[in-house]
């Protein structure tokens, strides 16, 4: 361990009348095993060099003997110390104990409990020195908090925006930074990653202002006017910007597998004033998410690119309403064929079904008028009728093309759609 940090040290000796005089000898072994002896005995137990461990309390009860010398009774002090640290990491002792794998685990613990309202760690973030609040801080003091200690740690910003957002919380968070906090986080992510000029390349009048992109086939980009402007942003003079199509390609797919901009798409969405506040910042973020050198190779370079990421983060929000708008239109006209469908199978169903009647019932009524005519003819007549009846019916039930009094199949078969290819056989058991 490297650092050790002891807030407050509390000590009670319970020694005999005549050793009242050991006293200041104890106290000076306990200093000296507060030092080096309890570092050694820490990592003696499996306390990474790494590790931020933040106890509230801790109680470490000792027997001394007073005749052993000096370092002896610091060494005891020590290991007494360090296993009281150890039963209160592995949870033997009932105390408020936080434990760390490194610093950026903190400051990400810290963020989300700021983005929650869970201030109950507040104390552990105090020892490690990023906290300067109370427990009870409001929550703008407690986001102010936050915004200095990632100040403070700008390697740290972008890893740490790109966790909250993988864990859902970095949207409530953000819905809450003013344009002071983001400036001061994107800022000090530009330092730390060599961009140059990093207040020029925030400026928003470098960058294309109310306006929304629209991405063209060919890869360019073009910033289109923007429809829901405001009377003061419709006596501006609305300007085009064009970006290389490589660049634009690039912005695109930075944007596409960016967890800040995913996270950042319903802050974008709003009123085209708070845009402008965050779009360039969320752009910054964005870039230095996917490549931390992006923004080093030239002012000119680094503007364009953040230029473009802005028409690629307003493009895809733009694009969103729209293709969920088509989405819905096309499923309308989706239900709207198959009931078309559906309806034309019915009618031309009961079409068949009609003519299926139409033939066989001529068929019956000259069926009746035959019959009647025999019954006023002669039996001469009658007879010669009765046999050649008979021998046209033995005829054509020996010749298959005979087509003479043939009545048609009843229709039986019925139509349906089905979403799976092939035969549908309905057996009747």
């Known amino acids: 361990m490297q650092t050790l940090h002891i807030r407050k040290l509390r000590t009670r000796y319970r020694l005999h009348a005549s050793a009242r005089d ?13 030092g080096e002896p309890l570092e050694d005995e820490l990592a003696r137990l499996g306390f990474d060099d790494g590790e931020e461990v933040c106890i509230r309390d801790v109680f470490a009860p000792v027997s001394l003997r007073l005749s052993a010398t000096d370092a002896a009774l610091a060494r005891v002090l020590s290991r007494a110390l360090a296993e009281a640290i150890g039963r209160a990491v592995d949870g033997r002792q009932v105390a408020g104990v936080v434990r760390y794998a490194s610093r950026t685990q903190a400051l990400v613990d810290m963020a989300v409990g700021v983005a929650l309202d869970d201030l109950n760690r507040a104390w552990a973030w105090r020892q490690l020195g990023l906290w300067n609040a109370g427990e009870r801080a409001t929550r703008q003091d407690a986001l102010d908090e936050l915004i200095y200690a990632l100040a403070a740690e700008p390697t740290t910003i972008v890893p740490i925006i790109s966790t909250l ?59 289109l006017a923007n429809q829901s402007a405001t ?9 085009r910007t064009n970006a290389p199509a490589a660049t634009m390609r690039e912005a695109r797919r930075m944007v596409s597998t960016s967890r800040i901009a995913r996270a950042s798409a319903s802050i974008l969405a709003q009123s085209s004033m708070r ?33 473009a990421v802005v028409l690629a983060l307003r493009s895809r929000d733009d694009a969103r309403p729209l293709a969920r ?11 709207g064929a198959r009931t078309r469908a559906v309806e034309e199978f019915d009618a031309g169903r009961e079409g068949e079904e009609k003519d299926a009647r139409s033939s066989i019932t001529p068929t019956a009524s000259d069926a009746s008028s035959a019959n009647a005519s025999e019954a006023y003819g002669s039996d001469a007549n009658a007879a010669e009728g009765v046999r050649a009846r008979g021998a046209g019916e033995r005829e054509q039930f020996f010749d298959d093309d005979a087509s003479v ?10 139509r349906a759609f089905t979403r799976f290819g092939g035969l549908l056989f309905l057996l009747g058991l």
């Open 405 to 414: 009094d043939e009545r048609p199949l009843p229709v039986v078969r019925r």
């Open 231 to 239: 009377p003061t942003e419709e006596q501006s003079t609305t300007s």
């Open 165 to 223: 957002a993988a864990r859902g919380v970095f949207e409530r968070l953000a819905s809450r930074l003013t344009r002071e906090h983001w400036r001061a986080l994107v800022e000090a992510a530009l330092y730390v990653a060599g961009a140059p000029g990093a207040s020029e390349l925030l400026s928003q009048s470098a960058l294309t202002a109310n306006q929304s992109a629209a991405l063209l086939t060919d890869g360019s980009a073009t910033a």
């Open 275 to 307: 845009r402008e506040d965050v779009e360039c910042a969320v752009a910054v973020l964005v870039i230095l998410e996917s490549n931390q050198s992006a923004l080093s190779q030239g002012e000119a370079e680094a503007r364009s690119l953040i230029n």
């Open 22 to 34: 050991e006293r200041r000898r104890l106290d000076a072994a306990l200093q000296a095993a507060l």
């Open 325 to 335: 708008e088509e989405a819905r239109a096309n499923e309308r006209e989706r239900g």
